[in-house]
């Protein structure tokens, strides 16, 4: 079973949020939630939003295209662009908003993410790391309502562990 705490802390001047999460589950387990398409697929966008993976090349130099898909059929498309990654103990990725082919759309914030995961004696701690050019795109992707949908979707995966 599966018992997530989470925590969100945001850090102005160092333009970064920090998200913790807990969870009951092997590292192993919440690793393939993070790094499979069949199965991010399946909470990575708040309800009632759903996710859908175009491509997912999980390797260093890959990238993961999806969009977010609204109740009426909006599509909101991203790409995870994978820098480095070291299995089931973290990865770094550039995130990025872009159109159904993959090219970026420079208006929107880029961010460097660094998804860290620790083995507890309960289960898992994930720990992500959200880093961005200046304070000024940090708000933006606040204002874009970033919080609540990564919370949600924590959620998700937290029902999801559950099964």
């Known amino acids: 079973m599966s018992n997530t705490k989470t925590q969100f802390q945001k850090d102005l001047k160092n333009k970064k949020l920090t998200i913790t999460s807990e969870f009951s589950a092997s590292v192993e387990k919440v690793w393939k939630f993070w790094t499979e398409k069949e199965l991010i697929d399946q909470w990575w966008a708040p309800k ?27 599509k909101m498309w991203a790409r995870l662009d994978f820098n480095s990654i070291t299995q089931f103990i973290y990865f770094t990725a550039t995130n990025s908003f872009c159109d159904e082919s993959g090219t970026l759309n420079l208006s ?11 083995k507890t004696e309960t289960g ?25 949908g990564f919370k949600a979707a924590i959620n998700n995966l937290e029902e999801l562990l559950k099964k």
Do not use: H, R
């Open 48 to 74: 009632p939003w759903k996710a859908q993976t175009k491509s997912l090349d999980f390797s260093a130099g890959g990238f993961w295209l999806y969009c977010m898909v609204g109740p009426d059929g909006t």
């Open 108 to 118: 929107f914030p880029s961010s460097i993410w660094k998804n860290n995961f620790y």
């Open 124 to 148: 898992t701690k994930v720990v992500v790391e959200v880093s961005f050019s200046s304070e000024i795109d940090l708000e933006k992707n606040l204002e874009m309502g970033f919080e609540e």
